[in-house]
Structure formats: structure tokens, C-alpha cells
């Protein structure tokens, strides 16, 4: 999975433990923290990086088409 500073990176695949994938940095983070709590999604917070983990595309899916919305860069792989 590529970082890119100031947008939204989703894998496709899934990890081992069957969830797909978000990693954003900050400030991405804080402009989508009401969709990601609308959505249930889990986050881990560390540093300047958020990662967001769901057994569900279509939750994923809804939060890339939010931070389009909103104008951030997604980044799919």
C-alpha cells in the first residue's frame, strides 16, 4: 500500500485477519472522523497515521466516496 500525505489510501486486499484496509494521515483522519464513527469502523491511531480496519467493502467504499466528496485524494491498490 502506497502513503501519500493529505489522502486516503485503501488496499483491496485483505490482511490476515480478513478486514480491508484504510491508512490516512492526521488531518485526513480528524475531516473523516464522524463518517468512520458513523460507519463502526475500527481505528488505531499512531502518531501522524490512522489506520481503519472493516471485514466490509461496502463500509470502505462509502468512506472513500465521503473523503471524495470532501476532496481528499483516494488512493486505491
Do not use: C, F, Q
Amino acid at each position: 500500500m502506497v502513503r501519500v500525505a493529505g489522502g486516503l489510501n485503501v488496499s483491496r486486499r485483505k490482511e490476515p485477519g480478513g478486514n480491508y484496509v484504510a491508512v490516512m494521515d492526521r488531518e485526513t483522519y480528524e475531516r473523516l472522523k464522524s463518517t468512520i464513527s458513523k460507519l463502526g469502523l475500527d481505528v488505531e491511531v499512531t502518531g501522524n497515521i490512522a489506520i481503519v480496519k472493516d471485514k466490509s467493502w461496502n463500509h470502505m467504499r462509502r468512506l472513500m466516496n465521503t473523503a471524495r466528496e470532501l476532496g481528499i485524494n483516494v488512493n486505491e491498490d
